[in-house]
Structure formats: structure tokens, C-alpha cells
């Protein structure tokens, strides 16, 4: 919190949560007029750990707290603020870009941008699977009979809501916001792009392994050696015949 002297915050270098000391603190006046003022409030930070620096500026104004409606930056970026995009073995090219250009646009602070790129991706989730609906509330409720998840289907309606505000109105959702938004369209991902795929590597080991079995029936020496144990070596050696050796 940038009034106390101490403060939790990440560290880039530990990678975690540490304890930081304020070391230096200057306030300025960015604007100034009769009835407004903007102010940019610079604190130099020194992480506890490993006496790692990181300069915060809080930029905030007479209406807003220079706490919580504050924008805060942080140079370096903090890392953990990033994220990072996950790979989905089935997801379709045009969905795969899509998402990753959503997290982009996070990662570079275009929060309009990634919320209207995660709506557009939802909206083609539905479309890949067939989902129908006049529109995008039908098609999340006619999400349901394929998802046993009933969460997901609540909180795909609230990300719905920023979609919407965001498209609609250009106001940004907070990055905390689309950061959770996010993780819910991963779940949706996840679902439909890669446990169906994990499922079906599955079932084809299992028949794999079965087509072996059969194999090593048929052969009653091969399926003998197989029930003694681990084959240390693998095959047996045949010794050559006497008359080659010299
Ligand atoms: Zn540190």
C-alpha cells in the first residue's frame, strides 16, 4: 500500500510474494487547475529477500485514493502479473490464435482488446461444437448438456457481462477481472480441447496394449518369457555355432 513503509509485493528475482522496505518516496503535481490536480507518487521499493529494487508509480487524482482506484505501475513489471498462454493439443488454428492474441493483449495492458478477444473466442467455442442460440446467453445455457460442470456455466455468464461492457461501452475491465475471466475460458478450454484428448489417447494405449497381449498369446514362448518377469537384456543371445568359432 503506497502510505506504509512496508509492503508485500512480488519479487521477480525470488518469485514470490517477499517483504519489501520503502527507500525513497517523492510526490509531484502532473496537472494543475483551479478545481483539479493529478499527481504521480513514486516509491522505490527493496525487497527484504534479496535486496532487489523496483520503482512503483501511483498515478491518482483530488477524486480518486491513492490506494485502490489509483493506477499503479510497476518498472519493472512485475511478472506474475503476466500470463502466460497454455497449449491445447485439439484447439483449431484460428481459436489457438485467438487466445493466444487475447493473452498478448493482456500482457500489453489492451484490456478492451483481450475481454472483446476472449468474447470472440467463447463465441467460437460455441460455434466449433455446434452450440446453438440467438445469441451468446442462449448459447452458454446451451452449453449446459455438454458440460457436467455447473460453475463453469455461472461464471462464463459473468464474464459475459465484462464481454459485453467491454464491446459495447469500451469501459476495460479491471485486470484482476480478466485475469479470472481468462482462467474460465482456459476451463472451457481445457474441457472440450484437451481432456477429450487426453480420453482418447487413453483408450487408444488400451487397445494398443490389448493388440499386444493377443500377439504374445499367440506365441506361447514369447507370452512364457513375458509372465517370468522383466527381461533384463531383452532377447537371448544365440551362441554361434561351434564350427564358426575359430
Ligand atoms: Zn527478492
Redo the contacts with the bound molecule.
Keep these: 500500500m503506497p502510505g506504509s513503509k512496508n509492503d508485500k509485493l512480488y ?1 521477480n ?2 518469485k514470490r510474494v ?1 517483504n519489501h522496505e520503502e527507500k525513497f518516496r517523492n510526490k509531484e503535481t502532473c496537472f494543475e487547475s483551479e478545481e483539479f490536480h493529478e499527481y504521480l507518487l513514486n516509491i522505490l521499493w527493496m ?1 527484504m ?4 529494487f523496483v520503482l512503483q508509480r501511483v498515478f491518482y487524482n483530488d477524486e480518486t485514493s491513492c490506494d485502490e482506484e489509483a493506477d499503479i505501475r510497476y518498472f519493472p513489471k512485475l511478472a506474475h502479473s503476466e500470463l502466460t498462454p497454455k497449449t491445447y493439443s485439439k484447439l483449431k488454428p484460428k481459436l489457438a490464435t485467438l487466445y493466444n492474441e487475447a493473452i498478448t493483449c493482456y500482457n500489453k495492458g489492451a484490456l478492451i482488446l483481450c475481454a472483446a478477444g476472449l468474447r470472440a473466442l467463447l463465441e467460437g467455442i460455441c460455434s466449433d461444437k455446434r452450440v446453438q442460440g440467438a445469441n451468446l446467453k442462449k448459447k452458454i445455457n446451451n452449453l449446459q448438456s455438454s458440460l457436467p460442470n455447473k460453475n463453469i456455466i455461472r461464471n462464463l455468464h459473468h464474464f459475459r457481462f465484462m464481454g459485453n461492457e467491454a464491446v459495447h461501452e469500451l469501459a476495460a475491465p479491471k485486470p484482476t477481472e480478466l485475469a479470472l475471466a481468462t482462467s474460465v475460458i482456459e476451463d472451457l478450454l481445457n474441457f472440450f480441447y484437451e481432456l477429450d484428448y487426453k480420453a482418447s489417447q487413453l483408450h487408444e494405449m488400451r487397445r494398443a496394449n490389448k493388440k499386444r497381449f493377443k500377439v504374445l498369446a499367440k506365441s506361447p514362448n514369447s507370452l512364457q518369457r513375458w509372465a517370468d518377469g522383466p527381461v533384463q537384456g531383452a532377447e537371448p543371445v544365440e551362441e554361434p555355432p561351434k564350427s564358426e568359432t575359430v
Design positions: 519479487c528475482s525470488c517477499t525487497c529477500g534479496c535486496g532487489e
